[in-house]
């Protein structure tokens, strides 16, 4: 759980350590449940934004933190109350004991490590981020420049979607951004700001009051920015996780 607040796919990885196939499970799925490093700027972006301030003063950065926290909690609480559902539903089991055997202490060979880290992680997961970025980023290219009856492709799904989204206290932005944010959720934010300025391209404003502004006049209130965190916090996890889930579970 712990590793899944850097990255929700080393927290998946990170499963191997359990021996039961059933409880090994139940920790890659609700392993999402946790915000991972690419749903943090979202969350104190519209924390700031909604529910503290742009001020910069000392307590809101007290206030801010606090809430955030808060966020944290409360997706650690799901996580546990959705453990225990499943463990009581259709991954009934019974319980195991965890033992972690820790290895003898040797000293760290400080240039075979960098090297090992660079030559097998780094890169690799540099190039799985462009393998997936690529594509998205061509089909988020083609939404926003093609356009229908003289509406973009982007505007166009947006108001297909906005039913659904009125259901969840979203919009059909909102919706879409998590959509298009699959293969990373670092790029929600800037997609709803592309499309509520119509630029083909992604977009991002100078500052966070200049955010709230173009938010505001879209219709946000505290309510869509509380639900924007809910479903940031709870929502699918993006692309690498999931193919990391697919490897894991076979």
Sequence with gaps: MCMGFGC???????????????????????NSFVPCNGRFPTLIALITMFFVGTGGTFGDSVLSAVMLTGVIVFGVGVTFLVTRLLS????????????????PYRCPQVGKVILRSIMERTLFVLGRAAAVAAPAGMVLWILANVSVNGASLL????????????????????????????????????????????????????????????????????????????????????????????????
């Design 8 to 30: 929700n796919a080393a927290g998946v990885v990170g499963c191997r350590i359990i021996d039961s196939p059933r409880e090994r499970l139940l920790a890659i799925l609700t």
């Design 88 to 103: 009581g539903t259709i991954l009934k089991g019974v319980p195991s004991s965890f033992t972690l055997e820790l290895p």
């Design 155 to 250: 505007a166009v799904c947006s108001g297909f979607l906005d039913p659904f989204a009125r259901l969840m206290g979203l919009d059909g932005v909102i919706l879409l951004a998590f959509i298009l944010g699959l293969p990373a959720n670092e790029i929600v934010l800037p997609i709803i700001v592309m499309a509520y300025l119509a630029e083909g391209s992604i977009a991002e404003t100078g500052s966070l009051p200049e955010m709230k502004a173009l938010f505001v006049s879209h219709g946000w209130t505290m309510t869509t920015a509380l639900c924007t965190m809910l479903f940031s916090l709870m929502h699918w996890p993006c692309s690498t996780t999931l193919l990391t889930i697919k490897k894991e579970t076979g």
